[in-house]
């Protein structure tokens, strides 16, 4: 018997399965049907416990573990498993997929990362929902109390820094992808996934992967545009990768970044950030994109269904003069996107990449591209 202890006390039992060991973190949930091995590999988890609303996990196995031409995982979104555990209703040991290697049970193992099966995912998630996120732990051992267990916020640790690369590596995109006049960008990697780096290298970008704290200044390459990618945790403790964005605006570098990077644009021009009650995570999170049609309003043009990680959001009223909302969550109203006026500098808080996903934003890759075109 394995059991989820939240921090209000709450016990959720179940059988183990993955690793037969303890861990903590903050528990969040995510509404995606498939998507779990990108899901576990996606370093905007790390150091939290992740709980599938869907009912069945496992069932189409995970794939292989090789890396692709360029170095970097073919099939997942980075090289590890991130998350500190996994809580869903039915784990399956049997599997069936043309692409499957293991079964997400021995996989799990390999990586030492802990499960827990058999509990109940929407009482749990209904909790989550009306509480908010919180801390908790699973154990092993059914006789822990919650007095006797220390619960490490993992958002105080700077996330960012744990899952960022460490050196500088350059991609060339592969002779087939290469493009006349082609584009190089500069890319802060705060936790990204690999999805990001396919879109920017089959378009014929030469992609110059940075750390999350890398000088801007001390770049001797040429590029073309900055991007500020996807992590883990608070914001506001990537304080070298705000003020860095900031020197690229000032610069009038075309920018881009996605989910934490949207949110470190936002800080980075003078705005506000905070927590989300619940977060954003799922393969279905429809965003409306706001058109603007004069300088006193604006119009809802369409609705693309998006795929979201992202526990914090950009506050709208903090927005500094030349700055927009650019898209919005149709559920919460909360901000999924800005730009500038110029057009040169925007953000959103999903992931064109998907993986997984949809793929209705994917187009965005394309504007950006087009902008650095148009300022050389």
């Given at each position: 018997?394995?059991?989820?202890?939240?921090?209000?006390?709450?016990?959720?039992?179940?059988?183990?399965?993955?690793?037969?060991?303890?861990?903590?973190?903050?528990?969040?949930?995510?509404?995606?049907?498939?998507?779990?091995?990108?899901?576990?590999?996606?370093?905007?988890?790390?150091?939290?416990?992740?709980?599938?609303?869907?009912?069945?996990?496992?069932?189409?196995?995970?794939?292989?573990?090789?890396?692709?031409?360029?170095?970097?995982s073919r099939n997942?979104?980075?090289?590890?498993?991130?998350?500190?555990?996994?809580?869903?209703?039915?784990?399956?040991?049997?599997?069936?997929?043309?692409?499957?290697?293991?079964?997400?049970?021995?996989?799990?193992?390999?990586?030492?990362?802990?499960?827990?099966?058999?509990?109940?995912?929407?009482?749990?998630?209904?909790?989550?929902?009306?509480?908010?996120?919180?801390?908790?732990?699973?154990?092993?051992?059914?006789?822990?109390?919650?007095q006797n267990v220390?619960?490490?916020?993992?958002?105080?640790?700077?996330?960012?820094?744990?899952?960022?690369?460490?050196?500088?590596?350059?991609?060339?995109?592969?002779?087939?992808?290469?493009?006349?006049?082609?584009?190089?960008?500069?890319?802060?990697?705060?936790?990204?996934?690999?999805?990001?780096?396919?879109?920017?290298?089959?378009?014929?970008?030469?992609?110059?992967?940075?750390?999350?704290?890398?000088?801007?200044?001390?770049?001797?390459?040429?590029?073309?545009?900055?991007?500020?990618?996807?992590?883990?945790?608070?914001?506001?403790?990537?304080?070298?990768?705000?003020?860095?964005?900031?020197?690229?605006?000032?610069?009038?570098?075309?920018?881009?970044?996605?989910?934490?990077?949207?949110?470190?644009?936002?800080?980075?021009?003078?705005?506000?950030?905070?927590?989300?009650?619940?977060?954003?995570?799922?393969?279905?999170?429809?965003?409306?994109?706001?058109?603007?049609?004069?300088?006193?309003?604006?119009?809802?043009?369409?609705?693309?269904?998006?795929?979201?990680?992202?526990?914090?959001?950009?506050?709208?009223?903090?927005?500094?003069l030349g700055w927009?909302?650019?898209?919005?969550?149709?559920?919460?109203?909360?901000?999924?996107?800005?730009?500038?006026?110029?057009?040169?500098?925007?953000?959103?808080?999903?992931?064109?990449?998907?993986?997984?996903?949809?793929?209705?934003?994917?187009?965005?890759?394309?504007?950006?591209?087009?902008?650095?075109?148009?300022?050389?």
């Amino acid at each position: 018997m394995t059991s989820l202890i939240l921090q209000d006390g709450t016990v959720f039992e179940g059988e183990s399965f993955g690793a037969p060991r303890d861990s903590d973190g903050e528990v969040v949930f995510t509404t995606g049907m498939v998507g779990y091995p990108e899901s576990l590999t996606d370093p905007s988890y790390r150091g939290q416990i992740l709980v599938f609303t869907y009912p069945l996990i496992g069932n189409y196995g995970v794939p292989s573990e090789e890396k692709n031409e360029y170095g970097f995982s073919r099939n997942f979104e980075s090289e590890h498993i991130h998350v500190r555990g996994v809580v869903v209703a039915q784990e399956s040991r049997f599997f069936s997929h043309h692409n499957a290697v293991s079964s997400l049970h021995n996989w799990m193992v390999k990586h030492d990362i802990p499960g827990i099966t058999g509990v109940d995912t929407r009482a749990l998630t209904k909790k989550l929902r009306e509480h908010g996120v919180m801390l908790g732990c699973l154990r092993q051992n059914v006789e822990c109390r919650m007095q006797n267990v220390e619960l490490e916020d993992p958002n105080k640790r700077n996330l960012v820094a744990e899952v960022s690369c460490k050196e500088v590596t350059i991609y060339e995109p592969r002779k087939e992808d290469q493009v006349i006049n082609p584009r190089t960008v500069l890319a802060y990697d705060c936790g990204m996934k690999r999805g990001i780096l396919r879109n920017f290298l089959k378009r014929g970008i030469t992609v110059i992967r940075v750390p999350w704290d890398f000088n801007l200044e001390s770049c001797k390459d040429r590029f073309d545009g900055v991007f500020i990618s996807n992590g883990p945790g608070d914001p506001k403790i990537c304080i070298a990768t705000i003020e860095n964005i900031r020197r690229a605006l000032e610069k009038g570098i075309p920018t881009f970044g996605i989910c934490l990077g949207c949110q470190l644009m936002a800080l980075a021009i003078g705005g506000e950030t905070y927590k989300l009650k619940y977060g954003h995570r799922g393969a279905n999170q429809p965003c409306i994109e706001r058109v603007m049609v004069s300088s006193t309003n604006h119009d809802m043009s369409h609705c693309i269904i998006t795929s979201q990680n992202h526990g914090f959001a950009v506050d709208e009223k903090k927005l500094p003069l030349g700055w927009s909302v650019w898209f919005t969550n149709a559920n919460d109203g909360t901000v999924e996107g800005i730009r500038h006026q110029s057009g040169k500098f925007f953000a959103v808080q999903f992931h064109p990449e998907a993986s997984p996903g949809p793929e209705d934003a994917n187009y965005l890759f394309d504007e950006f591209l087009a902008v650095m075109r148009r300022e050389k």
